[in-house]
């Protein structure tokens, strides 16, 4: 009689070796790029550093604890909150918009693609130099464009009123090629059919957009949404080349406020709190919106 | 119940060549009408043609007697199964069925108690609650047919609803169409590839090749009476032989491979005088000689294959550079290679002219059996 043993950890094992070597590129690419200098901000978010970013006393959570009672530190958490719920609804709407304009079989529709998708293709310091002319007090575009309108001047980037608004207005009109190619491409994968079927029906067009289109693009829509919002709270170019975080701080967004603190205050322990917060909130509110959202998304 | 008229309907996707032209049909109220015809020779084309969703590129689409080429869809007042079935693939079986209903704003229990009732009939309540993508390929049409029939739409255009599904359903699917058809009087134009379909349901059938009607008729007379070798061989399986055939002045008829007569009347023979033609026969008007079989061309014929199917047999041979196939009904011990002595009865044979493909000479003497003549009681 034979006894059957059973087989060894290390044969047991043997799927997983295998997974985990394949695996490995990918480990220690994100090892060095990506862990290894997470880790290092959590680590540095508690201590106070020397000029050189080299931690020297540690404080414990003191960081954070200046942090949150800092106004500064939290006006930037506002100015931040409100630039994301300025930019990411309405450049999502606007390119859903285009979306849907653009996916509209019409002669030379190809052109109006092209147009609409074009910002993708441009630098944020290029196009913000482009914004700075625009919104010049005095030989800017919008500033004459009110003059004729007989409406009274106003100074786009520096009454702290509007600072943050133009800066949205120019990211908005930065993120929308990105948007609008992606739910472009979104639409163009629904089948055909599906609209000559509730044409049949009787379907008008916006019920058509309520029943069919706007659930099939739900994946679509859902990942743009992630992005944006991700995107809008690490908004940094455009500040730094447009206001600079002024006036009176109103631009100051957290990643602004990161560098200032680290690059040029030499904070980096309070830098690396103020990441780390960062940090938690954008994994917060994607968690968030997994949990809201993905229930209503429809995946083929 | 509404009639459907198409007068010298063309269309061209490119403005140059027409995938469907000249078509002109009257398709009659309550009739159930079936378009045939090869892969790729415009039956979809029409199809959406009259369901409004191509332009029509000449001619003049009438549906209840009104002009409907610029009618939009839903003003056409018809249902359709599309080809792919279209079915929404985020809304569940019940949805999907009560699609059309919600947009006509009925009152949601109505909804629900119609859908049940087509579910009911199509063997789809246990399925009401899921997904199209948790349905099989054959469950899936049935929810497009449901679609369709829960419309009580008075026009509903079918394109290949039942291509995917298998033998018996199919069978079963066939009868349950025409009954529903037949009862709700609905005008069906019902498209498919498969001839067994086309036969058995169809009241009329067309026959379309490359866009050009080939024949318009009863199934039966479609059958008996191709209008053309394309006809002939695309209706019935095995497919009609046909061979080329030479006129000879003489012997008062034709000869196929100088061997088999068909003998043809003075008119059919003035007809058919300087032209170059084909004849042909069916697979089951080929017949073995036993004894007392009446006269006709017997000829030996070598077997190149064999093919028994329980009831029947069907067998090839070679007759000059064509095979032919003949049916015999039974079970036929023949085996490749054999000499078998055949007999192609004459009055059987069709003749068309190979360039026009008009046909010359009709078949004779098809046995048409009625109970009230045949069956003694
Ligand atoms: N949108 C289109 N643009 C250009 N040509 C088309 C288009 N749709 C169909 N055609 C062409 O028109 C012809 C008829 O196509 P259709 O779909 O009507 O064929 P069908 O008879 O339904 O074939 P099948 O039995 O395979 O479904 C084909 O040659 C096809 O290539
Ligand atoms: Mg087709």
Redesign the pocket.
Known sequence: MTTVRAPGVWKRSANLRVGFLYLLPSIILFAVFLFYPMIRTIYLSFFLTDQNGNAAVNVGFENYSYLLTSPAFLNSMKATGLFVLYTVPVGIILALFFALLANEKLKGIGFFRTMYSSTMGISVAASSVIWLFLFHPSVGVFNRILLVLDLPQIQWLLDPEWALISIAISTIWMNTGFSFLILLGGLQNIDEHLYESSRIDGAGYFYRLRRITIPMLSPTLFFIITISLINAFQTFGQIDILTKGGPSQSTNLIVYSIYREAFINYQFGTASAQAVILFVIILVVTLLQFKLLERKVHYQ | MKKVELIDVSKSYDKQVDVISNIDVTIEPGEFFVLVGP?GCG???M?RMIAGLEEITGGIIEIGGKRANHLSPDKRDLSMVF?NYALYPHLTVQQNITFGLDVKKVKKAVQAERANEVAEMLGLSDFLKRKPRELSGGQRQRVALARAIVSEAPICLM??PLSNLDAKLRAHMRTEIRRIQRKLGITMIY?THDQVEAMTMGDRIMILHEGKIQQVGKPIDIYNYPANPFVATFIGSPPMNISPARAVPTKSGIFIEDTIHVPMNEEQVAASSARSLLAGIRPEHIKPIVTGTESGNRIQVEVTNVEILGNETVFSFQVGQREWMAKWSGQWDIAIGDQVPILLGSEYFCVFDEETGELIRKPEGLEHLSIAKEVII
């Open positions: 892969s039956k979809s084309t199809l080809q394109d290949e498209v």
